[in-house]
């Protein structure tokens, strides 16, 4: 009989490199404007988008090969997205009200869930597609 942990990890190990280069590319495509004269539209918003998309990959563990932790249990796909975009819109926002010295820019919002969500969709899809399998082979 096979377990649901082994099921759940070995489809997460398989995946685990994919994220893994996702995270690279992003993080590269982000701090490429930092190092490259990229043009207006990447230095205002590539960073914006690649930031929370890195970031998400990176808290739900999705690179790693261990998965069972209280980290991963509490960071759930759906969790998670929620916490970033909360977060992202309250940047912004903060930066509308002038709380701090900042340049308000609303074009930021579309770029921070431009890479976030298609990211979480995968992500979620994926675990759900994890679940329907473990109860597919358990019960046999």
């Not at 099921?7 to 992003?26: C, G, S, Y």
């Not at 230095?43 to 988008?49: F, G, H, I, Q, T």
């Not at 930021?108 to 969709?121: H, M, R």
């Amino acid at each position: 009989m096979i377990s649901k942990t082994n099921i759940t990890k070995r489809n997460h190990d398989k995946r685990a490199p994919f994220w893994a280069l996702a995270m690279v590319v992003f993080a590269v495509a982000g701090l490429s404007t930092v190092w490259f004269n990229t043009g207006r539209f990447a230095e205002s918003y590539l960073l914006d988008a690649a930031g929370p998309a890195w970031n998400y990959i990176l808290f739900r563990g999705l690179f790693i090969g261990k998965t069972e932790n209280r980290w991963t249990h509490f960071f759930t796909p759906v969790k998670t997205f929620v916490i970033f975009s909360a977060v992202c819109f309250s940047i912004e926002t903060a930066q509308y009200f002038q709380w701090y010295a900042s340049t308000f820019d609303p074009f930021d919002f579309p770029a921070y869930i431009s890479l976030l969500l298609p990211i979480f969709c995968i992500d979620f899809i994926q675990s759900q597609k994890d679940k329907g399998k473990l109860y597919s082979q358990t019960s046999k």
